[in-house]
């Protein structure tokens, strides 16, 4: 998500609208949490670099955690805390493995298509 400048608008406004986020984030309405061990916490924001959590929901997270939209596994991913950022702690990604859409082969696949094809000359 871009992010925009509001330095142009009123202070009202920009309150207004920094309200407006913030209980935005706190609705646990999403589809998207982090899973730690046996705990489940509300994602507020997610993006390809990391996530963020509203710090009065959930402690500070570090290590191996699993994102889900609703029961789907998105990934496991390594976490660090980068900082705090207003009410949510913000989380970057070490290292983050897709979910498989399929379970691992344990043998090869034999293709029954001819590899190669020869010319009649």
């Known amino acids: 998500m871009a992010q925009i400048d ?8 920009r309150e207004g609208l920094a309200n407006a986020r913030a209980r935005d984030r706190k609705k646990t309405g999403g589809r998207l ?17 990391g996530f963020e959590v509203a710090l009065d929901i ?11 939209e609703g029961p789907n596994l998105l990934r496991s991913v390594l976490i660090v805390a980068i900082e705090p950022e207003g009410d949510v702690m913000r989380y970057a990604f070490k290292r983050a493995t897709a979910a498989r859409t399929s379970a691992p082969l344990d043998y090869e696949r034999v293709s029954e298509q001819p590899t190669a094809y020869l010319s009649a000359v």
């Open 58 to 68: 959930a402690p500070k997270l570090r290590g191996l955690v699993e994102i889900h």
């Open 33 to 49: 949490r982090v899973h730690v061990g046996d705990d489940w916490y509300p994602i507020t924001s997610y993006d390809d670099t």
């Open 6 to 13: 509001e330095h142009f608008l009123p202070r009202d406004v």
